[in-house]
Nanobody, 120 residues
Framework: QVQLVQSGGGLVQPGGSLRLSCAAS????????MGWYRQAPGKERELVAR???????NYADSVKGRFTISRDNAKNTVYLQMNSLKPEDTAVYYC??????????????WGQGTQVTVSS
């Protein structure tokens, strides 16, 4: 099992910044990727950013140029730096980690979620 503990988030004014953190612990054999999703009220959960173990990064078009995902391998921690925040970024943000167990088995883990509210 893998445990994910998220921190960060909160209330910020438009144009402001926040940083989210997600620390993974437990039986981490091989992390395929670490990333962030978000879910706004009445909407489906969507990918925000994802960092693969070999360095490839995916960003949602809506956050490109504003958000940056990074990882501290020694701490098994992934970060999401969010700048120039907009009201439409308001959502619950979830950390996501996918690990490889054995040769082909992928395990999917989710953090507890943290609220990000962008409002004046």
């Amino acid at each position: 099992q893998v445990q994910l503990v998220q921190s960060g988030g909160g209330l910020v004014q438009p144009g402001g910044s926040l940083r989210l953190s997600c620390a993974a612990s437990g039986s981490i054999f091989s992390i395929k990727y670490m990333g962030w999703y978000r879910q706004a009220p009445g909407k489906e959960r969507e990918l925000v950013a994802r960092l693969f173990s070999r360095g490839t990064i995916n960003y949602a078009d809506s956050v490109k140029g504003r958000f940056t995902i990074s990882r501290d391998n020694a701490k098994n921690t992934v970060y999401l730096q969010m700048n120039s925040l907009k009201p439409e970024d308001t959502a619950v943000y979830y950390c996501n980690v996918v690990t490889l167990r054995g040769v082909t088995t992928l395990d999917n883990y989710w953090g507890q979620g943290t609220q990000v509210t962008v409002s004046s």
